[in-house]
């Protein structure tokens, strides 16, 4: 079964940082893309970031030159480095990956599935 577990959330002042970390576990045969979303109270979930496997990465507006993300494919790991952090920052952050499973069936095959982590809050106060 595979899952993504993040960790990094919590509460922190106007203008401090927090760096979430997801990690993909279970039988994995590759990752493509690995983004981060978050959704407000009362509003839509968000695209923060992405990043896919060979290192291209991109994000919304409202958090370039603040927000970082990074990856590590041999670990299947995918950090956001939030940095200049602003109430409006304060959301669920989830974690989400396109990730291949081979399976048997007569024959390997491989299937790409989108995943979702369980999320983690972040709360930014003024």
């Known amino acids: 079964q595979v899952q993504l577990v993040e960790s990094g959330g919590g509460l922190v002042q106007a203008g401090g940082s927090l760096r979430l970390s997801c990690a993909a576990s279970?039988?994995?045969?590759?990752?493509?893309?690995m983004s981060w979303y978050r959704q407000a109270p009362g509003k839509q979930r968000e695209l923060v970031a992405s990043?896919?496997?060979?290192?291209?990465?991109n994000c919304t507006d409202s958090v370039k030159g603040r927000f970082t993300i990074s990856r590590d494919n041999a670990k299947n790991t995918v950090d956001l480095q939030m940095n200049n952090l602003k109430p409006e920052d304060t959301a669920v952050y989830y974690c989400?990956?396109?990730?291949?499973?081979?399976?048997?069936?007569?024959?390997?095959?491989?299937?790409?599935?989108?995943?979702w982590g369980q999320g983690t809050l972040v709360t930014v106060s003024t």
């Open positions: 989400n990956a396109e990730i291949g499973e081979r399976y048997y069936a007569g024959s390997y095959y491989l299937r790409f599935r989108e995943v």
């Open positions: 990043i896919t496997s060979g290192g291209s990465t």
């Open positions: 279970g039988s994995i045969f590759s990752i493509n893309d």
